[in-house]
T-cell receptor, first 111, second 115 residues
């Protein structure tokens, strides 16, 4: 069975600094996708970044990058140059036949 | 394009009542999904559909039924609501059958309270 674990319930970061949000997963399937979503206080789910299990390079999207370590089954999100608007819940998710989400990490950016 | 819309945005039910949540997407996506999000938790998949006329169970399907009569609509039904079904419900859609590669786009959510 697929399982996603986010071990950091809450994280703080100073504005303009980088922060890493941890995500580990467990699956026996060779083909899967890994996603990160942002959920601000308004409640909507915003797609940030995707990594395929066969992708050779780590995914990047603007200030977001995904540190994919397949052997360790980890897919950490790195946010560079944090902004106040980055304060939100962040969810890691894995897809195979369906989609499973982690419990989330609440990121707070301090001015 | 409106993307993914959900109706209603809020609803309060009494135990035992029934209701239907409507999800509509205008992106011509094949796959559609229903999730629930409980306080302090991530999303859990209730049911999903890989195309018009098809449905499949997700992680937490009990107490819910779904239908996909039209490609653009995905309905979630609660036949006899229970307080344990108090949650925020999200609908999502994705382009095609390669779930591993296709981003899901989410609706704004429906906040349901069962008294």
């Amino acid at each position: 069975a697929q399982k996603i674990t986010q071990t950091q319930p809450g994280m703080f970061v100073q504005e303009k600094e980088a922060v890493t949000l941890d995500c580990t997963y467990d699956t026996s399937d060779p083909s899967y996708g890994l996603f990160w979503y942002k959920q601000p206080s308004s409640g909507e789910m915003i797609f940030l970044i995707y990594q395929g299990s066969y992708d050779q390079q780590n995914a990047t999207e603007g200030r977001y990058s995904l540190n994919f370590q397949k052997a360790r089954k980890s897919a950490n999100l790195v946010i560079s140059a944090s902004q106040l608007g980055d304060s939100a819940m962040y969810f890691c998710a894995m897809s195979y036949n369906d989609m499973r989400f982690g419990a989330g990490t609440r990121l707070t950016v301090k001015p | 394009n409106a993307g993914v819309t959900q109706t209603p945005k809020f609803r309060v039910l009494k135990t035992g009542q029934s209701m239907t949540l409507l999800c509509a997407q205008d992106m011509n996506h094949e796959y559609m999904y229903w999730y629930r999000q409980d306080p302090g938790m991530g999303l859990r998949l209730i049911h999903y559909s890989v195309g018009e006329g098809t449905t499949a169970k997700g992680e937490v399907p009990d107490g819910y039924n779904v239908s996909r009569l039209k490609k653009q609509n995905f309905l979630l039904g609660l036949e006899s609501a229970a307080p344990s079904q108090t949650s925020v419900y999200f609908c999502a859609s994705s382009r095609s059958g390669r779930v591993v590669a296709d981003t899901q786009y989410f609706g704004p959510g429906t906040r349901l309270t069962v008294l």
